[in-house]
């Protein structure tokens, strides 16, 4: 599947306001994690132009910042869509389908799994155990639940956001 690649869009209002924040934080130790942390807040995820920004002005090389970020599972290297589409893939929901589940929406949506729609309306992740294994196969879209879900049923559930 061809990957989705959503050009970078940051403004001047964004680099300023990171600018400022590393300029507060560079000589703390220890300062990469926040800064880090402060940068996906204000861009909403941590494409490599941000990342080199945060290399940059900490003269650190951009490796170490890109290793930091695919270590922790807090930071995303993708955009997140409007709505995120979150499928269960534990044990449970597993053997219930879910696997179908997903690959039909990465299908239906034309992404892959941590990728966002061009439009920016959808975004698609696997997750484990949410806690709702009665009502397997799960998946989520934002705070919404979806259960005992089939393959048919996933264009009707997207076409509520669209």
């Known amino acids: ?10 403004s001047k209002e964004q680099e300023a ?23 996906q807040e204000i861009y909403g995820y941590l494409p490599i132009e941000v990342q080199t920004m945060i290399a940059d002005e900490l003269h650190i090389p951009l490796e170490k910042v ?32 879910s696997g179908d589940i ?14 966002c729609t061009p439009d920016g309306k959808f975004s698609l992740e696997a997750c484990r155990c949410i806690g709702a294994c009665g009502l397997a196969p799960v998946m ?13 049923e996933l264009s009707g559930i997207l076409n509520k956001y669209a």
């Open 17 to 39: 306001a990171l600018m400022q924040y590393i300029a507060e934080k560079k000589d703390d130790p220890g300062c990469l994690m926040p800064i880090l942390q402060k940068a």
């Open 140 to 152: 989520t879209v934002n705070e919404d639940v979806y259960g005992r879900l089939t393959v048919d």
């Open 66 to 97: 890109y290793g930091v970020v695919t270590f922790y599972a807090q930071f995303a290297l993708n955009p997140k869509g409007r709505y995120k589409i979150s499928v269960c893939l534990g044990t449970a929901c597993y053997v219930k389908g």
């Open 102 to 115: 997903f690959n039909k929406l990465q299908e239906l949506l034309g992404i892959g799994s941590g990728e």
């Open 1 to 10: 599947m061809a990957s989705n690649k959503i050009p970078f869009a940051g």
